[in-house]
């Protein structure tokens, strides 16, 4: 029978014991024995100091005996059922105490109860702990969940353990397709067409490549392996980017770029259209800035100063803004000899 403690093993770790439960001072946990009639026979030390007993009067002392025989009276544990029962729960006098309860077998019969006190501080510690890591993994997961690339994380051996939302988008798989399963399978399966975790365990380094989806899109994976203290590979995460849409924008880029580029060349084309048209030759980087201004100039319906020193060719630039631009709808251009006008007069006239 498993977990039981009979007789002979007792006999056979300590010769010569006959239920002489001494031994149970060395323990470092409370511990009680209860006779097959569930009354209280023995209890440690340790079970003293938290219970107070041999400081209680005889009416407080047969109290908690009576408390901790109806308790374990409960427990299923007789001659038809001998397993023992771990995490049993009882209270006494408001404090709440978690318990194992173990049987002692004598020729197949319930001879003793042994009741071992798990320590509270323990219990508490690890109830906090437990929650720690549960709080710790649910950040975890919204962390990676919020990720706009996707994530897909396997253990050393390619089971994969999970991945995110945005990897579902990306791919187009299921949960109840690839959860548990081995990378390997699905490329055997026909989901992938290979497997960068795959390649990860295979090589024990990081690992990049790209993968075209049954969904159609394309996928630029990024692998690196996790090793734990002694050097075994305990993980593999992969981030996977959708390939799909940067090559949109890329072919937008450059279509922009195209479009761009034809723009100048049509304007390069209009500027020397108009050039033509206006007889003005020039080659120099400065003189190019001045045509490209008048240009712009001459697309709006404002009045325009030019100037410039004598014969510099401020008649011509004038010719050419106004014979490229709307004005020249309006009628001829009027060339007018300032010197011919009083200088009082000179602002109204022009402005």
Known sequence: MKNVISLSDFNYS???????????????IPVLVLDKSNDLVFYNKEADNLFSLKKRD???YNEFKKSVSSTVSYTEISNEVQEPRYGNMFSYKENNYVYDLIPLIVKNEVKYKVVFI?????INQSEKTIYYLQRENYILRK???????????????????????????????????????????LVARGYLPKSCAAEVIKQRKSVSMTIDYPNGTEGMLSGSPVFDENGNLVRTILNVR?????????????????????????????????QQKCNIV????AMANIIDLATKAASVDSPVLIL?????????????????????????????????IPETLLESELF
Request: aromatic content about 12%.
């Open 14 to 28: 300590f010769p010569g014991f006959h239920f002489n439960f001494s031994c149970l001072e060395y323990f470092s």
């Open 58 to 60: 005889e009416k407080d």
């Open 118 to 122: 798990r320590n509270q501080t323990s």
């Open 143 to 185: 962390i990676i969940d919020s990720s706009y690339d996707g994530i897909y994380i396997t253990d050393g051996e390619g089971k994969t353990l999970y991945f995110n939302d945005a990897f579902i988008r990306i791919s187009g798989f299921k949960r109840e397709e690839a959860l548990g399963v081995k990378v390997q399978d």
């Open 242 to 274: 959708d390939m799909s849409e940067l090559n949109r924008l890329n072919e937008e880029l450059k279509n922009a770029y195209a479009l761009t580029a034809s723009y100048r060349q049509q304007l390069k084309e209009v500027q020397l259209e108009y």
């Open 282 to 285: 020039y080659k120099s980087k």
């Open 308 to 340: 410039g020193e004598s014969g510099c060719g401020k008649d011509v630039i004038a010719k050419f803004i106004h014979n490229i631009g709307e004005r020249s709808k309006k009628g001829d251009l009027i060339k007018i000899n300032c010197g011919a």
